[in-house]
């Protein structure tokens, strides 16, 4: 069952010092999670950041802590505390894992799902299929309840209630109208299939849920 690890938090960027004359090195790396902002070093960051990269074995869900570390440890200026790393931004809540094959309600609970990007709408080809992207270019495709769940889901306490919220289809079935019938733990499920691809093109983020 596919185990992936993806990145929590919005990137503020680096903050450099208020001196003259201007020192080039930034004080600390800003992530914006949850209620908090997060001061991570140059280090920490790049490996913060490492986790976004290659969107295309996101979406195969390839991406897990042991390919991480493999990454950080074989790169162009390899990375010899990265297991030390990866294992300190996961206990501080800057990496999630979840098993998109397995229970996901504790994890979804923990944690909101929130847009960024644009929502770019479905084809005349692929009607089945909802674009997100950036500057009016898409960068990936989603079946339209994983869609909703980018969109709205942020309304919600967390993502897993908006997942039960989403698969609750009481007014519809009163209004007669033909339903879906999915469960919670399918919408969240098709919604873990594409969580770690909309957060590596940066189409949406997951922040922690407040007071948890």
Not at 68 to 89: C, H, M, Y
Not at 94 to 113: I, Q, S
Not at 152 to 181: I, K, M, R, T, V
């Amino acid at each position: 069952m596919p185990r992936v690890i993806v990145p929590a938090g919005l990137s503020m960027g680096p903050r450099y010092r208020y001196v003259r004359p201007p020192d080039p090195t930034p004080e600390c790396y800003e992530i914006h999670l949850g209620d908090d902002l997060v001061e991570l070093t140059e280090t920490e960051a790049a490996v913060w950041a490492a986790a976004f990269m290659d969107a295309a074995r996101h979406a195969k869900l390839e991406v897990d802590r042991e390919s991480l570390i493999r990454l950080l440890e074989t790169a162009p200026s390899p990375e010899p505390q990265a297991r030390e790393l990866v294992d300190s931004l996961l206990q501080r809540g800057l990496l999630v894992e979840f098993d998109t094959d397995g229970d996901l309600e504790p994890v979804f609970r923990r944690h909101k799902l929130l847009p960024l990007g644009e929502g770019l709408g479905s084809t005349a080809e692929e009607p089945h299929l909802h674009r997100m992207g950036h500057s009016g270019q898409p960068k990936i495709a989603v079946p339209v309840q994983v869609y909703a769940q980018w969109s709205y889901a942020f309304l919600h306490p967390n993502l897993w209630e908006a997942c039960a919220y989403y698969a609750d289809e009481s007014e519809e079935a009163q209004a007669g109208e033909e339903l879906l019938n999915l469960t919670p733990a399918e919408v969240a499920r098709d919604t873990a299939l594409n969580l770690p691809v909309m957060i590596s093109t940066g189409c949406a983020f997951l922040d922690p849920v407040l007071g948890q």
